[in-house]
């Protein structure tokens, strides 16, 4: 059974502490809010994460679909604890909006990462650069996924336009209403592995998903006329098995994919102008006035189109800005955390000397 789920032998070398432990392996297929579904040999269970974990996942995030878990199982009741998540091969991060920024794992173990824009107002080469940056970071292959192709006049013009900024990824032209280009979206996806669609609310998401799987399993709306906007549909992420094989994670709208840690990502997404950078004239040259700014050079000519410059600069900030955030908020809960137990430290003094 978890075979089809991607169950293998590093897998099985992992989880190994966790069987001489007595525990049960399994793996996320269905996550809303607190409550999880995960698959193991003996079928589907509701499961909960152990207090422990809990706790610990204020460092280490919280599980996720896609994750492979260790379970203590209660047979009678058909529920399952989570005790331990099992190192994640790859993830997709983002900080939750809380008061301390916590990591917030949106999907774990992921080989292929869908990019998912439709072809009408909603598409943006801006939005696209972001997403694969954070799936480059992810560990995960990325593929740009250009749907309603058959409410587009010129697809092709729309997909030239996304492979000249998506350097070594492919790009795949589908309309999930008449099945064009269905077929080879489908070799993308291997027997075994695990592909995630990431995208904006109502670009198709889970028009895809329905196509790919030959039934209508998840909710769909009509794009709004007004502004060729489609509507959120999925509440929740779930992992399901494709005819061919695969499996396939369907999420929630995500507008505001968050740079974590995102270096080698925006590296990936940018490589021409990184690759223009190396050739200036100066090692620590700040392409702004500097002589010999290959940069400002490409910039003049064209070779480098300037709003491609600019989501560079604008992703670069924004990264720079997230990770100081982050220390920041870091620095000022541990300071809370040591007043309060300096205060707790002087009431059980008093407390001792009877005060």
């Known amino acids: 059974m978890i075979e089809l789920y991607g169950w293998s032998d590093p897998w099985r ?32 269970l509701r499961a909960k ?36 998540i099992l190192p994640r091969r790859t993830a997709f991060v983002r900080r939750a909006a809380d008061s301390i920024q916590t990591l917030q794992v949106i999907a774990a173990n992921i080989d ?52 000249a900024l998506a350097a070594g990824c492919s790009v795949v032209v589908i309309s999930a209403r008449t099945g064009v280009g269905l077929p080879a979206l489908l070799e993308h996806v291997r027997p075994g592995e695990t592909c995630v669609l990431i995208g904006s609310s109502g670009v198709g998401k889970s028009t895809l ?36 094989g695969g499996l396939i994670l369907d999420t929630p709208g995500i507008r505001e994919v968050g740079l974590i840690d995102a270096e080698e990502g925006l590296e990936k997404v940018f490589d021409d102008i990184e690759r223009l950078a190396e050739t200036c004239r100066f090692r620590d040259c700040g392409h702004a006035n500097e002589p010999g700014c ?37 620095k000022d809960a541990e300071r809370r955390r040591q007043v309060t137990a300096q205060k707790a430290y002087r009431t059980t003094k008093k407390d001792l000397r009877g005060e």
């Not at 878990?69 to 331990?84: D, E, F, P």
Request: glycine share 8%; hydrophobic share 45%.
């Open 209 to 244: 998903v329905n196509a790919l799987l030959g039934e209508e399993r998840m909710a769909t709306q009509s794009i709004r006329a007004a502004d060729a906007r489609g509507r959120h549909t999925t509440s929740h992420r779930q992992l399901v098995l494709l005819p061919g």
């Open 294 to 330: 290959a940069v400002q050079a490409a910039l003049a000519t064209g070779a480098l189109a300037a709003d491609r410059w600019a989501s560079f600069q604008k992703l670069g900030l924004e990264l720079a800005a997230v990770e100081g955030k982050a220390v920041r908020v870091a």
């Open 112 to 163: 292929v990462a869908f990019i998912v824009t439709s072809m009408n107002a909603e598409f943006s080469p801006r939005r696209i650069e972001r997403y694969l940056a954070a799936a480059w970071q992810s560990g995960a292959r990325p593929v740009v996924v250009l749907t309603k192709s058959d409410l587009c006049a010129e697809p092709e013009a729309y997909a030239d336009q996304i492979a």
């Open 49 to 84: 994460p152990s207090g422990r974990l809990v706790h610990e996942a204020r460092e280490a995030g919280h599980p996720a679909v896609g994750d492979w878990v260790a379970l203590s199982v209660n047979r009678t009741q058909g529920t399952a604890t989570i005790q331990a």
């Open 13 to 44: 070398e992992a989880f190994e502490p966790h069987a001489r432990a007595g525990l049960t392996p399994g793996r996320i297929v269905v996550q809303q809010r607190a409550a999880y579904q995960v698959i193991t040999e003996d079928g589907d």
